[in-house]
């Protein structure tokens, strides 16, 4: 039996991905960012069915959300016995993820005018 894919975001949750990805985000970091944004605190098997990625891909997604800072992980005892389960929650808000994406494109942005300003230097000097 194959499995279908049905929608898993709607028209906003999907533009919000697209200018995440945009502005330099992975697109499953994308993905899993925009569904933690409208959920308190979720485990990745609730992120996975919700977001249609993989076991292994929301491992890695998370993992560079929480060295970011942006995420936070809990761990769940099940009782005596077998590994504790994960629980994550965004511990910045959305705004502040937004203000540092706009941070570091700024950032690139005033690189790239120092660049072409040394590249024009160099290009007055040699045609002098």
Not at 15 to 37: D, Q, S
Not at 39 to 64: D, F, G, H, Y
Not at 71 to 90: A, D, F, M, W
């Amino acid at each position: 039996m194959k499995k279908t894919e049905e929608p898993v975001f709607d028209k906003n949750e999907k533009e919000t991905v697209r200018l995440l990805i945009n502005l330099g985000l992975p697109k499953n970091v994308a993905k899993i960012l925009v569904f933690l944004f409208g959920v308190k605190e979720t485990i990745p098997v609730i992120i996975e069915r919700n977001v249609n990625l993989r076991q292994p891909e929301v491992s890695v997604a998370l993992k560079k959300l929480e060295e970011k800072g942006w995420v936070e992980k809990r761990n769940i005892k099940r009782g005596t016995k077998g590994r504790p389960l994960s629980s994550y929650k965004l511990s910045v808000s959305p705004e502040k993820i937004i203000d540092f994406l706009e941070e570091k494109k700024e950032d690139e942005i005033n690189r790239i005018k120092e660049n072409v300003e040394k590249l024009r230097e160099k290009v007055k000097i040699t045609s002098q």
